[in-house]
């Protein structure tokens, strides 16, 4: 929506007036009022995120800060628009791999004390399937975040967010060394950031992704080779999308 009233040539006030409350979106809400209320002060994106930082992603708020800063902020809402749209795709697919365990876990709650239930305990039948609710509700959480983590973490799904993540940095006219710590910092896997952490920001500027990348226990042979053909043609947009593309497709078919 951001995208569409900026390209129609509204102010970014009047955009987020128009766009009307997120009601079942809290924190997109509140990142709403937050640019709305600094838009009416006339202030600029970078003094907006500065005084809210939590609200955005770092990812997100460079991008932003650059398209203000050199005149490219329609694109930069493209593209943005675009990311956000296909990590989106990625958290429904892993609620629905979580929502079948945790199903599976509700239905057990009853099932498992219906003996009781056949000979008459109703009372205790009933007092047990409480307690497994309880239980259920105190400990769901913990268990359910377990497991988002081992989902968010699967090789496949960290090696596309990092490439879609650096197809976007770098068509977006970042530095090759600031295009590959927002990209690490949105793969959000500790190997890749202990890696390159160890790599001087000069070099990082220097060197192709397929060297800063070669070593890394997340990125394999084949996605360095990747790497180094777009280093060479030039085509980072195009040759890191694709492969993302192919990680989206092997993580949804396993």
């Not at 099932?111 to 399937?129: Q, S």
């Not at 890696?195 to 394999?220: D, K, M």
Request: with cysteine; glycine share 10%; net charge positive.
């Amino acid at each position: 929506m951001w995208h569409a009233g900026y390209r129609a040539g509204l102010p970014h006030r009047q955009v987020f007036e128009t766009a009307g409350e997120f009601r079942r979106s809290p924190t997109v809400e509140c990142a709403r009022l937050h640019l709305l209320q600094s838009a009416g002060r006339r202030e600029t994106l970078a003094e907006a995120n500065g005084q809210r930082p939590q609200l955005f992603d770092p990812f997100e708020a460079a991008l932003l800060k650059l398209g203000e800063e050199s005149g490219s902020l329609e694109e930069i809402l493209r593209l943005l628009g675009g990311y956000f749209a296909a990590e989106h795709r990625k958290m429904q697919w892993v609620k629905r791999k979580m929502s079948y365990p945790m199903i599976n876990c509700i239905a057990a709650i009853f099932v498992v004390p219906l003996p009781l239930l056949v000979f008459g305990n109703t009372v205790r039948y009933a007092v047990v399937v409480a307690g497994g609710l309880a239980t259920a509700l105190v400990l769901g959480g913990t268990v359910l975040a377990a497991a988002a983590r081992r989902f968010q973490n699967r090789p496949a799904l960290v090696r596309a967010r990092l490439l879609r993540a650096l197809a976007l940095g770098i068509e977006a006219g970042l530095s090759l060394d600031r295009a590959v710590g927002l990209g690490v910092a949105a793969a959000a896997h500790p190997a890749l950031s202990r890696h390159v952490a160890r790599i001087p920001p000069r070099q990082l500027r220097g060197q192709s992704l397929g060297t800063t990348f070669a070593g890394s226990e997340v990125v394999p042979h084949e996605m360095v080779a990747a790497l180094n053909v777009a280093h060479e043609t030039g085509n980072y947009r195009d040759t890191l999308q694709k492969l993302a593309e192919l990680y989206d497709g092997e993580l949804l078919v396993s």
